[in-house]
């Protein structure tokens, strides 16, 4: 057994592995990730993670079987990625770009950095990547040849090099991909020896491009990642400006294969196009996807699959800056005869005006609500200062709920402040957002309790009101 301790309290670094102890201490922030389920899916669980896998190598290493570096720190980050990989659903938010250590779970994130010149934890980088071309077992595999295969077979002896060497690292990523390693290598800047070098040569594997495109979820029939979330409506498709790729590679095309049949495909330019799905929620569209392009005078050719499933959680908005009038009525009559200032896409249904306001301006927006599940809800509005909500629900925009002064929290009782309406899944329904905001940090959020398919199980006090998009 492992005891976690969470506390403000951390004797060494941003947490600490008493390995000898099996005891870890942890900020008391990273404690959400270790009880909450749905977290540890969505959101991962890296420095908890972390430090129980450094434990966790004491029992890989039994027998002296050493790994990449002994216990050490990058043996560490390439277990705790396998199971990011394997684990998680982080890789599903890829288009909102994965910062942090959520990179190591989607292909196209591991290496689109490097392929741009940048040197970003290469190490790291260079032992994920091949999870996400070959698998996670291919991986592990290679993590493992650091003791058996290097031993069994005396590398150091017989090519003077050392196991924590990066020539070492092409070597056995060779043998254990069956693919030419080198101009992977080359790419992470890592340094080869030339009787190693000719050493992977000899060995006639073909060569490995390490190269993803984003909507993407497997390389030459491995699956590594998850899903493509798309928002209802249509989504641009640049599979251009989307694949992490040689930026020397010329004659580069790519061609969508098959797939893509239930939704309404138009091209744009080339490698553009812009996508309209028909399906519901429950429901995907599938693609291949070919890549093909010369890199150092050999073509390359590489196949990837791709799922698309939509997002009910994504929301498009119409945002109207400045409307200059604080009567409601003036303002619809105002946006209809105006262009939004931008159009962007949001994973929860509300405001945030982070302008200073005055009595005379408002933000306005205008979107379209989506709900995964036919049934009642329970609209729920909180606002500061004030706000209104305008749904349409049977063919034009009805006033639904209207704050009147500024409301932190969700009200059961505040007349106005929440309402129930009966709505079908994967139907468009058209809305208008309100803000007044008197200064400072003005908001409005718009939750919802889903209270069943029958009017006579709606029960408002027994509701919660979550966050839509939470």
């Known amino acids: 057994p492992i005891t976690l301790n969470f506390d403000q309290r951390v004797d060494a670094g941003a947490a600490v592995a008493f390995v000898g102890r099996w005891f870890?201490?942890?900020?008391?922030d990273w404690a959400s990730g270790c009880v909450n389920k749905e977290r540890l899916i969505n959101s991962g669980n890296w420095g908890p993670l972390h430090e129980m896998n450094?434990?966790?190598?004491?029992?890989?290493?039994?027998?002296?079987?050493?790994?990449?570096?002994?216990?050490g720190e990058e043996t560490n980050n390439v277990m705790t990625s396998i199971n990011y990989i394997l684990y998680t659903?982080?890789?599903?938010?890829?288009?909102?770009?994965?910062?942090?250590?959520?990179?190591?779970?989607?292909?196209y994130s591991t290496i689109y950095k490097i392929l741009n010149g940048e040197n970003d934890q290469p190490h790291l980088r260079s032992y994920v990547n091949i999870a996400h071309a070959f698998g996670t077992d291919t991986l592990i595999a290679l993590v493992k040849s650091y003791y058996g295969l290097w031993y069994e077979n005396?590398?150091?002896?017989?090519?003077?090099?050392?196991?924590?060497?990066?020539?070492?690292?092409?070597?056995?990523?060779?043998?254990?991909?069956?693919?030419?390693?080198?101009?992977?290598?080359?790419?992470?800047?890592?340094?080869?020896?030339?009787?190693?070098?000719?050493?992977?040569?000899?060995?006639?594997?073909?060569?490995?491009?390490?190269?993803?495109?984003?909507?993407?979820?497997?390389?030459?029939?491995?699956y590594y990642g998850r899903t493509y979330k798309i928002p209802y409506g249509t989504t641009r498709l640049n599979f251009t400006a989307t694949t992490a790729i040689d930026p020397s590679a010329t004659s580069v095309s790519h061609t969508i294969k098959?797939?893509?049949?239930?939704?309404?495909?138009?091209?744009?330019?080339?490698?553009?196009?812009?996508?309209?799905p028909n399906?519901?929620?429950?429901?995907?569209?599938?693609?291949?996807?070919?890549?093909?392009?010369?890199?150092?005078?050999?073509?390359?050719?590489?196949?990837?699959?791709?799922?698309?499933?939509?997002?009910?959680?994504?929301?498009?908005?119409?945002?109207?800056?400045?409307v200059k009038t604080k009567d409601m009525e003036q303002a619809l009559n105002t946006i209809q005869n105006k262009t939004s200032n931008y159009t962007v896409t949001s994973t929860f249904f509300g405001i945030g005006n982070y302008d200073d306001g005055t009595m005379q301006s408002m933000l306005v927006e205008k979107g379209k609500l989506i709900v995964p599940t036919s049934g009642y809800y329970t609209l729920f509005m909180k606002a500061d200062d004030l706000g209104r909500l305008l749904l349409n629900v049977n063919g034009e925009y009805e006033q639904l709920l209207n704050v009147k002064t500024y409301l932190g929290g969700y009200s059961k009782t505040i007349n106005g402040t929440y309402a129930t309406v009966k709505l079908e899944k994967d139907t468009e329904y058209p809305f208008i957002l309100y803000n007044l905001n008197t200064g400072g940090q003005g908001f409005i959020r718009i939750g919802y309790c889903y209270q069943g398919t029958e009017q006579s199980s709606v029960n408002v006090s027994k509701c919660s009101g979550l966050d839509i998009g939470s």
């Not at 870890?24 to 008391?28: A, D, I, L």
């Not at 098959?258 to 309209?276: A, H, I, W």
């Not at 996807?289 to 073509?299: A, F, M, Q, T």
């Open 24 to 28: 870890t201490q942890h900020p008391s």
């Open 89 to 107: 659903n982080i890789a599903g938010h890829r288009k909102q770009g994965l910062s942090g250590w959520n990179y190591v779970s989607d292909g």
């Open 258 to 276: 098959s797939g893509l049949t239930k939704g309404k495909l138009e091209q744009v330019e080339e490698n553009v196009y812009d996508y309209t």
């Open 279 to 322: 399906f519901g929620a429950d429901e995907n569209d599938t693609f291949v996807l070919n890549i093909d392009c010369i890199v150092n005078g050999e073509k390359v050719h590489i196949e990837q699959d791709g799922t698309f499933e939509l997002d009910p959680h994504q929301v498009e908005y119409e945002v109207y800056k400045d």
């Open 54 to 71: 450094h434990h966790m190598q004491g029992t890989y290493l039994r027998g002296g079987n050493g790994g990449i570096k002994e216990p």
């Open 154 to 222: 005396n590398y150091e002896g017989e090519y003077s090099i050392k196991r924590d060497s990066t020539s070492a690292f092409c070597l056995l990523a060779a043998i254990a991909t069956k693919r030419d390693t080198r101009y992977l290598c080359s790419l992470f800047k890592y340094d080869i020896q030339q009787n190693v070098s000719e050493a992977i040569k000899n060995m006639n594997y073909p060569t490995y491009y390490p190269f993803f495109n984003v909507y993407a979820m497997s390389y030459n029939g491995n």
